[in-house]
């Protein structure tokens, strides 16, 4: 059964270091979504990709935070410089059909962040 | 302002009783809403979308309720199992296709 996959799976780092996860949606998912996750709570959208087009980055920090899906295909989201707040799990999400459309959305494992 | 609650208190019954899940959400239209599984340490697992002009969903010992008047989805499960011990997420669209979740009740099956 096909999945998506993130990378690392954790991920500890200090502070004003800079980290980068990676996510393989599963194949042929044109959308793919990056969540987080504080203990506690329900994932959070940070940013959504159409093939390789962001459709939604309103929650995104743009000033430490940036992502990227080069090709439409796998996508890679890093933090610089990390602070102690953004230890969380980073989730990575991918759905098969486009932006206006309510299908489900197939989870990643995650990455959990931890900033010392 | 818009929220959608879910208890934050775990929910703790007996195995072979109905779990009932209670998702509410204010200042929100959804036109759908949809359920997830979470295990510890694992990303959410879709269970169950329901409509705005469907009251009910069932799949296998899972029914999902959805009532736009009362702003409440009710999420159920019968002849519950140790297995189905997890935090359920309620989510839904908020805008711009954009999926909401709700913070998600824990729930715990006694054997």
């Known amino acids: 059964e096909a999945e998506v996959a993130q990378s690392p799976r954790y991920k500890i780092t200090e502070k004003s270091q800079a980290v980068a996860f990676w996510c393989d949606p599963i194949s042929g998912h044109a959308t793919l979504y990056w969540y987080r996750q504080i203990l506690g709570q329900g994932p959070e959208l940070l940013v959504q990709f159409q093939d390789e087009s962001v459709v939604d980055d309103s929650q995104l920090p743009k000033d430490r935070f940036s992502a990227e899906r080069l090709k439409g295909v796998d996508s890679t989201l890093k933090i610089q410089p990390a602070e102690l707040g953004d230890s969380a799990m980073y989730l990575c999400a991918s759905s098969p059909t486009g932006t206006g459309t309510y299908n489900e959305q197939f989870f990643g494992p995650g990455t959990r962040l931890t900033v010392l | 302002s818009q929220k959608i609650e879910q208890n934050s208190e775990a929910l703790n019954i007996q195995e072979g009783k109905t779990a009932t899940l209670t998702c509410n959400y204010t200042?929100?239209?959804?036109?759908?809403l949809q359920w997830y599984r979470q295990d510890p340490g694992r990303g959410p697992v879709f269970l169950l979308l329901i409509r705005e002009n469907e009251k009910e969903k069932r799949k296998e010992r899972l029914k999902v309720t959805f009532d736009t008047t009362l702003k409440q989805s009710l999420f159920h499960i019968t002849a519950s199992q140790p297995a189905d011990s997890a935090t359920y997420l309620c989510a839904l669209y908020g805008g711009s296709y954009k999926l909401i979740f709700g913070s998600g009740t824990r729930l715990l099956v006694r054997p």
């Open positions: 200042n929100y239209s959804p036109a759908y």
